[in-house]
């Protein structure tokens, strides 16, 4: 293959995506700057916030010294492993992809760290704002621009990275981006699964001895939880999110980019970075003309109307793009690489359908899980109708609305997938990059997407700390309500779109796994490529339905073991909270003071804990089945992982919200109100939602997408060792026995821990161990 | 292709199954007559068990009515279906395969109707002979005897059904068979879900009013549901599991036919029924030598002996008769139709490795459910110490339980379908036979599986009439305690044993599946057969993706519709309940007597209508993949329910059992014991656990089947319809869509009836129609 150039306006093009994206750089940080410019609210909001601000911190700092181990062991195999059809020196892309795996961890880390440090400072400025005149709209402001700068990081990083990567490395970029992609997946994992762990352990744990035991409020000073908890809400639901929704971005560019080059050529390497452009421009005026209107019956109609005002933009601006940029026939070099001459359409109007795709899709996701999950909608409404007959009908009408409306979001992102696919005609490759075309409209959507997300948990913390401080009147603590049951559904939302982008980016990448298969069995000296990769993936092998079992298996193992984490941290809690009850009865006429920091220690070293056992099983059970049962059963793998993965994910996240909605609609005073029976079997519905859709939904995203990459990874390894002269049955076996042992060690040292903890500094013990004072039942 | 008869040997070995096949069902006519011949206990009891056995004849007569409407509607369907590649006439086969269908169906409603007939007859002379010196023996004998019963009709019936066509059709056996199956499969599976429902409506309800508000015991005779409820045993766990496990039986064994003459030619057609005569032999001996010994710890030391030796002893025979049967090296025309040399072991090695490994996946999943069931076992016990800190910890951790033991289960599963694969070496066709022989290995353990199944539910409804009749001592009442219990860990080990069939025969079933792509294509004129086959089955193909993604969203959205139905008659069954104590304030103080007619007839016209949704389901959600997406998505629809429906059964099967045991564990006195806080959680975890493990979870194992052979049924006409001369894509997507119309009616049709129902006769409306005093919430 000749070498490809970047040349003229090409090249004019991808600088121009870089400097758009510098240019959200600045208006993030422009928006840091009025943000902290506004009121900081009283000295005891200002306290709180410092707690919460402080834990915070400390969790991350933590968190990022387990990871890095992590990122150095995982630098040094990648340079291990063997890379297949460069235009430049093997050394020198190697080189690049582990620094741009450094970049795209860092990235992760990077938008992670501060969007959480200034969601920490915009909740006590939120609170204070919410004191003030015309504070309805004032605290929407800050909270929702505190989420623009989230947003803007993220699409100015996502988009820059990928654009200096493209600058640099021309044909060999899409080998280095499979770098940056893995390396903004695999932290934004660990960071979904360790901040969801700790927000949920701290949430339930708190739930669990004051409303339930002790019956005072949430957010009640004198519960020792209730600083964890708020911190909790900035790790997992800041930091985890806007890491994930990085990486959605990354990963997504990356899967376009690859096919990009595969179909379109040089070309294909600049278009897939206009969209995106176009996206931040949109995003810019998204995030300025959210302004909530005093006539808006609440925040969700100013928010809902920059999305879709935005989001129609994009639409317009990429197709007036693509008319301008891309050709109206197909020129002959294409359908060489196309392998057809039947495509429907021509290359103008693939690119627009496909983007016109991908916006369609995030506004239908957003108008389903809206349903879903609202207040006012039927599923809600008939959860909080069976909490008459008890807490076990509550999580039974949860559950199966969350299976029912999984479906449904399944089959929306199906249909977007099969209408990207017809797009293709006769080419599969094209179908693929129509796909991965359909993610990068969705991408045009991010940056609002992620400020609607953020605003969500900044209003929850600003309720939390005005709550605690005890400095706020009716009126502010009604609007700081509003702001949170926004956020609510935002949220939900929120994680709907990132699994349609994962199931969408992993679509995309098979086409990149093909690809990679048929060049590394060309260099093994495989004559028969196209039979011998045919029969490799053939789903009908019995060889590739266990492949596929297992993917789907994976998916419930690292779904219960983050649930079981949860329990066990939040039991933790439990006895810690309970301890402290016990041994400064002073708490509950508030003159004592519970000790915070203690919660916020067990939950940061439990969240660091856990966070290993799915972590390793996300990176090694892809290398175990690759290198066990051949390249043929790890895309069966991956395809069982898409499949069951998304429907987990939305399963999770819509009946956790649904459950969340249901206890504030009898909150609200339907089916008897605060206090009832009703209320109790809501409460324990919402209980059991919490680390569903905030610790194990969510997370499914980036394990997807790091299954995916970490197997694109090893694929040239893979067949290099099966076939050819290099095989190597010993090695290859070898590698996967090992791969399992880790898996297998880990998840039995995990269930070593026993689900109730002991209290106080004795965590690492047995309730058996010690004192069964300790294990007294509810008081119910 | 020549025409196969059966000559010499083979024919006298076909008579041989056929006969030994009558021999079981003469053995079930003398285990009858036995059972029926013991003390029928006093006239309390009696008169209860003639409300129970009357109550559930109403409900199997009228589900047999519905029924009956589809059976014909498929008759009809399945005569028009087109067929291919056959030795004798068109019209003869296509009438056999309608026959046959009907045969299935009839076996499969017989076996279950039958079964359930004797069950409720049994269930009075277990509990009258619980009275009795020595009652522990003579209980546990009767109990199991009875499932002898159905375990002789199961296996008598399977094997002689298949026997016959094999005789009559020879050659064109399989394609009979094909209709043979799906009647039993379809039967099946209506009685699974239509059971499913109405055992739990009744159980969930009658626990709701009784324990939860009225605070009076199971099985008490004050509560008006306590006859609908152990109706639902015997409809349900009875009568719809023994036709579930005909089904698994039925079906295995044709896909083993079916590539048994793909691969073996005649032999591959005698074969396969050597193997579960040989466990008609075994199963036989396994009844007989099942006796309690009085050192016996419990029951279930009992039935684990039996199992054991009679499946070593079908090991032995199974080896023997493949050494006599089976040549040594493989014979010409073999290695011709399997497409390759690379074989690693000659046919006796194959086919008596393949027996074994099925064998020992039975065993592994028996140890496997045990653990994560039985209460002395460390995950049931976490359960039980969760209840410490209330019912969403225990929600949490049955939940997390659930989902790691379905991939233990499914490690197993693939580990047993990869060990058969890797027996085919280089011929796929071979690797899926030797996944259909391991099924059939697994088969020979039916009987007493099923013997060991259906003493669960008779166990339980004995205990109920003893109960309810107030007719019993301690003594009595301690054996049928310990009996149900047993009960309880042999119907969890069943579930995990249907699923593993159903993954080995859905395997093996796409051998079926992607022969019959080959020959139609054929038949279609497509010359480049291999290569568009490749193409089509492809998994990196987006097209197929979206089949995957499909079908394993299937197997939410019956999950989904399955608890949603088990909620909203539960509802209606509360509704009534109450409004019975309200009216009849006698009933508490026994002085009035509930009206138990009524709530057996909201469960069986609930349980009727609630069926329909899911059950067209099935049937149609293949029809519209395959006719609107094509062959290729189809294929990757079944591999997607297939991974994501083995992973769910497990998981609501064990996570139903886990919570179930860990109830009995507190109610044992752990944790408070009975009437605690932490009593109260588990109910509420094990109300949560029963639509999990006995309507949504084992409704799958026949679903996964019956969307098999929908789909091996109309692989002719999609592939006739879609490539060639006949090629007609108007009428193709003509189909689907109104597949897909009425798939969607039918779910709307099934959510306009509200989660919360009316009392009395007032059932049709939504309880905002009328008095809203009947949403009193629940009195905690």
């Not at 739930?207 to 035991?213: A, I, R, T, Y």
């Not at 969340?660 to 605060?674: H, P, W």
């Not at 299954?707 to 099966?722: F, G, K, R, T």
Request: aromatic residues 6%; proline residues 3%.
């Amino acid at each position: 293959m000749s070498e490809l150039t970047l040349e003229g306006s090409n090249l004019t093009y991808v600088v121009i995506a870089a400097v758009i994206a510098l240019v959200a750089l600045g208006f993030a940080g422009a928006l840091v700057k009025a943000v902290l410019s506004t009121g900081t609210g009283t000295k005891n909001m200002q306290e709180i916030a410092g707690a919460v601000q402080e834990g915070a911190s400390a969790y991350l700092f933590r968190q990022f010294k387990t990871l890095a181990i992590f990122v150095v062991i995982a630098v040094v195999l990648l340079f291990l492993l063997p890379v297949h059809d460069l235009d430049g020196s093997e050394t020198a892309v190697k080189i690049g992809r582990s620094l741009f795996f450094i970049v795209g961890a860092g990235f992760s880390a990077f938008i992670g760290g501060a969007g959480m440090a200034l969601a920490t400072r915009a909740n006590l400025r939120v609170a204070a704002a919410a004191r003030e005149d015309g504070g309805r709209e004032k605290a929407m402001q800050i909270a929702f621009r505190t989420g623009g700068v989230v947003g803007f990081l993220t699409v100015g990083l996502g988009l820059f990275g990928a654009a200096v990567v493209v600058l640099v490395y021309k044909g060999d970029a899409p080998t280095v981006l499979e770098g940056f992609g893995f390396g903004a997946a695999l932290l934004a994992m660990f960071m979904r699964v360790g901040g969801g762990i700790f927000t949920k352990a701290a949430d339930v744990g708190a739930d669990l001895v004051g409303k339930v035991e002790q019956n005072i409020p949430e957010d009640d000073p004198r519960n020792a939880a209730t600083i964890a908890d708020n911190v909790g809400d900035n790790v997992g639901d800041c930091a985890g999110m806007a890491a994930d929704l990085f990486e959605s971005y990354a990963v997504t560019l990356v899967a376009a980019l690859i096919l990009g080059k595969a179909t379109f050529g040089a070309d294909g390497l600049v278009f897939p970075l206009i969209v995106p452009t176009i996206g931040v421009l949109t995003a810019i005026i998204g995030v300025f003309i959210t302004r909530l209107r005093p006539s808006d019956r609440n925040g969700l109609v100013a928010i809902n109307r920059a999305f879709y005002l935005s989001a129609a933009i994009s639409a317009v601006l990429v197709a007036i793009a693509a008319l301008l940029y891309l050709p109206k026939e197909w020129p002959a070099d294409w359908l060489q690489r196309l392998g057809s001459t039947d495509l429907p359409v021509g290359p103008q109007w693939v690119a627009i359908i496909a983007v016109v795709i991908g916006i369609v899709l995030a506004a239908a996701i957003q108008a389903l899980t809206g349903y879903f999950t609202e207040t006012e909608k039927r599923p809600v409404q008939d959860i909080g109708k069976s909490s008459l007959t008890g807490p076990a009908t509550v999580v039974l009408a949860g559950i199966s609305v969350g299976l029912e409306s999984a479906v449904y979001s399944a089959l929306v992102i199906g249909a977007g997938v099969f209408g990207a696919y017809l797009l293709g005609g006769g080419s599969v490759l094209l179908s693929l990059f129509a796909v991965a075309l359909a993610g990068t409209g969705l991408l045009t959507t991010v940056g609002v997407i992620v400020a609607m997300d953020t605003f969500g948990p900044i209003s929850d913390n600003a309720q939390g700390i005005a709550e605690m401080s005890g400095d706020i009147d009716e009126r502010g603590a009604r609007t700081l309500t509003e702001l949170d049951a926004v956020g609510n559904t935002t949220k939900a939302i929120t994680k709907g779109i990132a699994i349609a982008t994962a199931v969408l980016a992993a679509t995309a990448l098979f086409g990149s796994y093909t690809s990679s298969l048929t060049t590394s069995l060309a260099d093994a000296g495989e004559t028969n490529i196209g039979a011998y990769v045919s029969d490799l993936l053939n789903v009908a092998n019995p060889r590739n339905l266990v492949g596929l079992l297992l993917g789907a298996a994976v998916v419930f193992l690292f779904s219960g073991l983050a649930i079981n984490a949860v329990s066990r941290s939040a039991g933790a809690v439990v006895f810690e909270v309970r301890r402290q009850f016990r041994e400064f009865p002073g708490i509950m006429d508030r003159t004592q003071r519970p000790e915070y920091g203690k919660v916020v220690d067990i939950c940061t070293r439990d969240a660091q804990r856990e966070l290993i056992t799915p972590g390793l099983l996300a990176v090694l059970a892809p290398v175990a089945v690759g290198f066990g049962l051949g390249a043929g059963a790890l895309a069966s793998y991956l395809a069982g992982a898409i499949g069951a993965g998304t429907l987990m994910a939305v399963f999770l996240a819509n009946s956790g919200g649904a459950w969340d909605n249901a206890k504030k609609l009898v909150e609200d005073g339907s089916y008897g109100g605060k206090g009832s029976p009703s209320h109790a079997a809501t409460v324990i519905g919402d209980t059991v939602g919490d680390p569903f859709k905030d610790t194990a939904g969510p997370a499914i995203n980036p394990l997807i997408k790091v299954m995916n990459l970490v197997s694109l990874l090893i694929a040239p390894a893979v067949v290099m060792w099966s076939v050819g002269d290099d095989a190597n049955t010993g090695l290859r076996v070898g590698i996967a026995v090992v791969a399992v042992l880790i898996i297998a060690a880990a998840v039995v040292v995990s269930k070593r821990r026993p689900i109730a903890m002991a209290d106080g500094d004795d965590q690492g013990k047995a309730p058996s161990d010690q004192d069964d004072d300790d294990l007294e039942p509810v008081k119910a």
